[in-house]
T-cell receptor, first 110, second 112 residues
Framework: AQRVTQPEKLLSVFKGAPVELKCNYS??????LFWYVQYSRQRLQLLLR??SRESIKGFTADLNKGETSFHLKKPFAQEEDSAMYYC????????????FGQGTRLTINP | DAGVTQSPTHLIKTRGQQVTLRCSPK?????VSWYQQALGQGPQFIFQ???????QRGNFPDRFSGHQFPNYSSELNVNALLLGDSALYLC???????????FGEGSRLTVL
């Protein structure tokens, strides 16, 4: 069964501090992993996907198949990073059928 | 480009009623997927439409059905509404079922 676990519902850090949002997954094959973000009063949007290996808005995420994790990291948090973050995976069915985690609400304190 | 648009934004129904939600994909997109997001949860995949056919389906009962029109817009129908159907229903579109999913703002359904 496909499953995504985000162990922290809420995460609060100070501006300038490092941020790590945890994501663990369960999937028997080779999944594709994504991070989606929802800023206040905005729609859900793609932040990054592991196959692109890009850094978006200073965020990076490395797929660790041994630990089945895809943690999202940023070295220096900014206030505009406050948002709801969802980790998601897709399998052989393609990138349309995403399995989402419960989400982590990140708050950056000034 | 308005992106993915959904209507209505909010609606209230009573148990046993039927509801239809509508979605227009982003310009240039031909694939539409529907997700249900219960309060405090991540979105859950309902089904995907491409070339006017349901291509994939998540773990939802037959009360949930859909349709895609020749202009790629889509409808989600839910029959015999239950209290547990109260949720935000998200529509997402993409090109040929690949690449980035673009989400709409959702239709919030409340079942009383």
């Amino acid at each position: 069964a496909q499953r995504v676990t985000q162990p922290e519902k809420l995460l609060s850090v100070f501006k300038g501090a490092p941020v790590e949002l945890k994501c663990n997954y369960s999937y028997s094959g080779s999944p594709e992993l994504f991070w989606y973000v929802q800023y206040s009063r905005q729609r859900l949007q793609l932040l990054l996907r592991h196959i692109s290996r890009e850094s978006i808005k200073g965020f990076t995420a490395d797929l660790n198949k041994g630990e089945t994790s895809f943690h999202l990291k940023k070295p220096f948090a900014q206030e505009e990073d406050s948002a709801m973050y969802y980790c998601a995976l897709s399998g052989l069915q393609g990138a349309q059928k995403l399995v989402f985690g419960q989400g982590t609400r990140l708050t950056i304190n000034p | 480009d308005a992106g993915v648009t959904q209507s209505p934004t909010h609606l209230i129904k009573t148990r046993g009623q039927q509801v239809t939600l509508r979605c227009s994909p982003k310009s240039g997109h031909d694939t539409v997927s529907w997700y249900q997001q219960a309060l405090g949860q991540g979105p859950q995949f309902i089904f995907q439409y491409y070339e006017e056919e349901e291509r994939q389906r998540g773990n939802f009962p037959d009360r949930f059905s859909g349709h895609q029109f020749p202009n790629y817009s889509s409808e989600l129908n839910v029959n015999a509404l239950l209290l547990g159907d109260s949720a935000l229903y998200l529509c997402a579109s993409s090109f040929m079922g690949t690449g980035e999913l673009f989400f709409g703002e959702g239709s919030r359904l409340t079942v009383l």
